[in-house]
């Protein structure tokens, strides 16, 4: 693709996401007596920094004075300093721009860029995450976690949601968990926000969490509201476990697995592969009333070097064994579908959870710590990260674009938003001036 054409068309892509970078529902916090600068100005400039990964205010303040150029009709006339921007999203009340981003999603879902095509089901997988390990309590939800006669240790944590269906693992949601619970503690009403915002919208059908989240009230929610749930099943269920267990011993013993992957190269692991057996249906078990599979995930790691298109033969060792369980009836969805729900749901950390930290840098808590700074830049660095992802995964056509790294995204981001070309046959901004 050469400049032009990739100019143009991430130029149309910015104009179909015009929404996503129009803050005019976000309330001011300031004093209107003396503003330079409008909350319109200041939000463009914090995103489309993000959007450059930029991993400190000073970087976006650098950037800001390319985009004065091109980027006047944002409110982007001048170099937007550090300390002003800063000192905003400390003060910028982090539920306005939680709203700004579920309007983003529904967006994107009534333009059919969210539709199910890595899993046959539309599902989310929701988990925790520390993005800061501090010295101090920057602002309430920070949880001490200060080791007996050692140095002060607060986290920052939030529970991210992000939609592992669709081919862009976008992030639906982050809300903090507040200092005084933890993620089981949170999930009630972290999932009532969610069906208050997504529930008559279809985004989701079904729930996927891992063993952290595992609780009797969280699946009976989740079942009560007409939803899926895929609940990872550890330690923490004992009797559950056991009961798991003993009903899916006989079928692992005495039959072949319903489905399983084909070997496959793990950076990590060497070659490995996955087996899935399930429980008959089941009419409950206990208070668990609601559920209708156990589900028991082997993997499995064979002998020989990573070259080659195919393992060594020679003794196969069982790498892990994870159980779940899950109110999906056996005809809702098979066993092979239900084995790349399992692999999906690591989508979440691998995908989202792995960007955030790698290349923005997020568990170092940088931008803004003092006030709401940190929910804010959280909520504003998961809109920069799903602009990015539904570009790379949606908007471009071929699989060499799609296959573009992080760095490559951002070069292109920045050629469109900071020069001219042709449009529509004259000559105007590449930018989102003309949204």
Request: hydrophobic share 40%; aromatic share 6%.
């Amino acid at each position: 693709m050469d400049l032009h054409r990739r100019l143009h068309t991430i130029q149309s892509f910015l104009r179909q996401r015009h929404n996503a970078l129009k803050f005019d529902a976000v309330p001011d916090p300031r004093n209107a007596r003396g503003v330079r600068w409008s909350v319109q100005a200041l939000l463009s400039t914090a995103v489309l920094g993000l959007l450059m990964l930029a991993r400190s205010l000073r970087k976006a303040e650098k950037f800001s004075e390319d985009l004065a150029w091109a980027q006047r009709s944002r409110g982007i006339k001048r170099r937007v300093p550090d300390s002003t921007l800063g000192d905003f999203l400390s003060r910028l009340k982090p539920q306005a721009l939680r709203e700004h981003l579920h309007r983003h999603i529904l967006q994107e879902h009534r333009r059919k860029a969210l539709e199910p095509e890595v899993l046959p089901i539309r599902a989310i997988a929701i988990d925790g995450k520390t993005v800061a390990m501090l010295d101090e309590a920057v602002n309430a939800d920070c949880q001490d976690q200060s080791p007996a006669g050692g140095p002060s240790r607060f986290a920052y944590r939030v529970m991210n949601t992000a939609l592992i269906s669709a081919s862009a693992a976008a992030c639906i949601d982050q809300k903090p968990i507040p200092s005084a619970t933890n993620e089981t503690g949170i999930f009630g009403e972290l999932f009532e926000e969610l069906e208050e915002a997504y529930g008559k919208a279809h985004i989701y059908d079904l729930i996927s969490t891992d063993a952290g989240l595992a609780s009797e009230r969280n699946a009976r929610q989740i079942d009560e509201a007409g939803k899926f749930y895929w609940i990872c099943l550890k330690g923490n269920q004992p009797e559950l476990q056991a009961e798991a267990w003993r009903l899916l011993r006989p079928v692992v013993e005495q039959s072949e697995p319903e489905a399983q992957t084909d070997w496959e190269r793990d950076s990590s692991r060497g070659w490995i592969r996955r087996e899935l057996w399930r429980s008959p249906e089941l009419p409950g078990l206990g208070a668990w009333s609601h559920l209708c599979q156990v589900v028991l995930v082997r993997v499995l790691k064979a002998p020989g070097r990573l070259s080659g298109k195919a393992p060594f033969q020679g003794p196969i060792q069982i790498l892990e064994e994870r159980l779940y369980v899950t109110n999906l009836r056996r005809d809702r969805l098979g066993a092979g579908g239900m084995l790349s729900l399992c692999r999906a749901h690591w989508r979440i950390e691998n995908e989202l959870h792995g960007s955030l930290d790698i290349q923005w840098q997020e568990d170092h808590g940088r931008w803004v710590r003092r006030g709401n700074g940190l929910p804010v830049v959280g909520l504003l660095r998961a809109l920069a990260y799903n602009l990015l992802v539904l570009l790379r995964s949606v908007h471009l056509r071929t699989s060499k674009a799609r296959s573009a790294s992080w760095q490559q995204l951002r070069d292109w981001m920045r050629d469109a938003l900071i020069q001219r070309c042709q449009v529509d046959g004259q000559e105007g901004e590449v930018s989102t001036a003309t949204l």
